[in-house]
């Protein structure tokens, strides 16, 4: 996350650089209008995680096992976000703006290996819950009119998640016993999106958008006991999505 932030800042910067070098004058000759906004937003946020195990074999050692589940969970969420954009008289717009939104989306599941040809006719469990706190990042944003009150936008950036794992596991080997984990992970991702930005008044405009964000895939250990890790779960590019409805407060022309 930290690396988010010093995105974040960094963009923060260059908007207030920006938007003092580009102080509104009211010159008739001016080719742009310029928008300096910030905002809050409301979510439904969807999470969906496509998941398999791992466990040891003792004569090849760890080897991945028994298929994949796919886990779902949908919470609410919310954020803030700030940006900088310029409109071209040919109602063409470029922004980009900096974000950070929570999250309380937890999926739960549990998993078990019945199967007598893993580990010997050992048995293997594990029970846990991944939970998306919140994420942050940077994003551009290109958009076009459609009248002369709203216009509509894409997005493309880039994200920073992090991901709680916690829960517990159970080997029975002949060092196995069930052993609990809770682990942060800091992941990596792009965004991209759709939206549609409405004047509600003259300082002030609502926005409704559907995000998705795309994360590097990440190994977690479930039985690690003795410096041998028996088990862990391999989550496969998690993916999250957000329909968010903002409220945004501009501080020059709306674009």
Same mark, same amino acid.
């Given at each position: 996350?930290?690396?988010?932030?010093?995105?974040?800042?960094?963009?923060?910067?260059?908007?207030?650089?920006?938007?003092?070098?580009?102080? *509104?004058?009211?010159?008739? @000759?001016?080719?742009?209008? #310029?928008?300096?906004?910030?905002?809050?937003?409301?979510?439904?946020?969807?999470? #969906?995680?496509?998941?398999? +195990?791992?466990?040891?074999?003792?004569? $090849?050692?760890?080897? *991945?096992?028994?298929?994949? !589940?796919?886990? $779902?969970?949908?919470?609410?969420?919310?954020?803030?976000?700030?940006?900088?954009?310029?409109?071209?008289?040919?109602?063409?717009?470029?922004?980009?703006?900096?974000?950070?939104?929570?999250?309380?989306?937890?999926?739960?599941?549990?998993?078990?290996?019945?199967?007598?040809? *893993?580990?010997?006719?050992?048995? &293997?469990?594990?029970?846990?819950?991944?939970?998306?706190?919140?994420?942050?990042?940077?994003?551009?944003?290109? @958009?076009?009119?459609?009248?002369?009150?709203?216009?509509?936008?894409?997005?493309?950036?880039? %994200?920073?998640?992090?991901?709680?794992?916690?829960?517990?596991?159970?080997?029975?080997?002949?060092?196995?016993?069930?052993?609990?984990? *809770? &682990?942060?992970?800091?992941?990596?991702?792009?965004? $991209?999106?759709?939206?549609?930005? $409405?004047?509600?008044?003259?300082?002030?405009?609502?926005?409704?958008?559907?995000?998705?964000?795309?994360?590097? !895939?990440?190994? =977690?250990?479930?039985?690690?006991?003795?410096?041998?890790?028996?088990?862990?779960?391999?989550?496969?590019?998690? %993916?999250?999505?957000?329909?968010?409805?903002?409220? +945004?407060?501009?501080? &020059? =022309?709306?674009?």
């Amino acid at each position: 996350m930290k690396k988010a932030w010093l995105l974040i800042l960094g963009l923060l910067h260059a908007i207030t650089s920006l938007a003092g070098t580009m102080s *509104n004058t009211g010159d008739p @000759g001016s080719n742009y209008l #310029k928008d300096l906004y910030f905002g809050a937003n409301v979510s439904g946020d969807y999470s #969906k995680y496509n998941v398999k +195990i791992t466990d040891i074999r003792f004569s $090849t050692g760890l080897v *991945n096992r028994f298929g994949q !589940s796919y886990l $779902t969970d949908m919470a609410v969420a919310g954020g803030i976000f700030a940006g900088f954009a310029i409109s071209l008289p040919s109602s063409v717009s470029l922004g980009v703006e900096g974000f950070l939104d929570f999250s309380s989306n937890e999926a739960q599941s549990k998993i078990f290996d019945d199967n007598a040809a *893993n580990l010997g006719g050992r048995f &293997n469990f594990t029970s846990f819950n991944i939970r998306h706190k919140r994420h942050a990042g940077i994003a551009v944003l290109p @958009g076009v009119k459609i009248n002369d009150k709203s216009l509509v936008y894409a997005r493309a950036g880039y %994200v920073d998640g992090i991901f709680n794992v916690n829960g517990e596991g159970r080997a029975l080997l002949a060092t196995g016993v069930v052993t609990s984990f *809770n &682990n942060n992970h800091d992941l990596n991702g792009f965004q $991209t999106g759709l939206g549609i930005n $409405t004047v509600l008044a003259r300082n002030f405009s609502l926005r409704g958008e559907w995000v998705v964000n795309i994360y590097q !895939s990440f190994t =977690d250990p479930v039985i690690n006991t003795r410096d041998l890790v028996e088990g862990s779960l391999i989550f496969n590019h998690p %993916v999250t999505s957000q329909f968010n409805l903002g409220l +945004i407060y501009h501080f &020059n =022309d709306f674009v």
